[in-house]
T-cell receptor
Framework: DTAVSQTPKYLVTQMGNDKSIKCEQN?????MYWYKQDSKKFLKIMFS???????INETVPNRFSPKSPDKAHLNLHINSLELGDSAVYFC?????????????FGQGTRLTVV | AQRVTQPEKLLSVFKGAPVELKCNYS??????LFWYVQYSRQRLQLLLR??SRESIKGFTADLNKGETSFHLKKPFAQEEDSAMYYC????????????FGKGTHLIIQP
């Protein structure tokens, strides 16, 4: 079974549109994340979220918003898409504390804004 | 703020040669250090973390607090090692997520 799954795998959309990327984890982890990988393969944290706290990377535009319907899901909503938003977005999850705090990643969503 | 530096954007070695991917970090506290690997168009996978001190696929990495380094090494490279390698750091309980280096693209030539 896939531990962290994202949908869709590919997303092509026009500038100005609003889109969502879904993420689900079946590991029972308490913390989920969104990362952005740009065209130069540079990975940067966007959000970190558990049921108590949302930590936002201050460089992320407020057009991006995470929404968590429950502990196993963290969706990413993007409003008014811009060309510069084109990237691969990775969802991840981990468990805070304990002996195994490894972060597990989804397969990524390749977003192309045209 | 913490930072992870991978000085080599691209590293090309021949099959059977030793490999060393460099990673330096800056953080005032005691971080957790990791190496993640990303094969072509696949998800990131954990390769090593300094806490476990284990060897995976022949790779090892030792945390050197004096030099603030966590270099990844393998004595004999194999073609299937070709991938992007990311050094990453986590602080505190991990709620802030991972801080990644810019990655090193390792190419193993036959």
């Amino acid at each position: 079974d896939t531990a962290v799954s994202q949908t869709p795998k590919y997303l092509v959309t026009q500038m100005g549109n609003d889109k969502s990327i879904k993420c689900e984890q079946n590991l029972g982890h308490d913390t989920m994340y969104w990362y952005k990988q740009d065209s130069k393969k540079f990975l940067k944290i966007m959000f970190s979220y558990n049921n108590k706290e949302l930590i936002i990377n201050e460089t992320v535009p407020n057009r991006f918003s995470p929404k968590s319907p429950d502990k196993a899901h963290l969706n990413l909503h993007i409003n008014s898409l811009e060309l510069g938003d084109s990237a691969v977005y990775f969802c991840a999850s981990s468990q805070q504390g304990g002996s195994n705090t490894e972060a597990f990643f989804g397969q990524g969503t390749r977003l192309t804004v045209v | 703020a913490q930072r992870v530096t991978q000085p080599e954007k691209l590293l090309s070695v021949f099959k059977g040669a030793p490999v060393e991917l460099k990673c330096n970090y800056s953080y005032s506290g005691s971080p957790e250090l990791f190496w993640y690997v990303q094969y072509s168009r696949q998800r990131l996978q954990l390769l090593l973390r300094h806490i476990s001190r284990e060897s995976i696929k022949g790779f090892t990495a030792d945390l050197n607090k004096g030099e603030t380094s966590f270099h990844l090494k393998k004595p004999f490279a194999q073609e299937e090692d070709s991938a992007m390698y990311y050094c990453a750091l986590r602080t505190g309980g991990g709620a802030d997520g991972l801080t990644f280096g810019k990655g090193t693209h390792l190419i193993i030539q036959p």
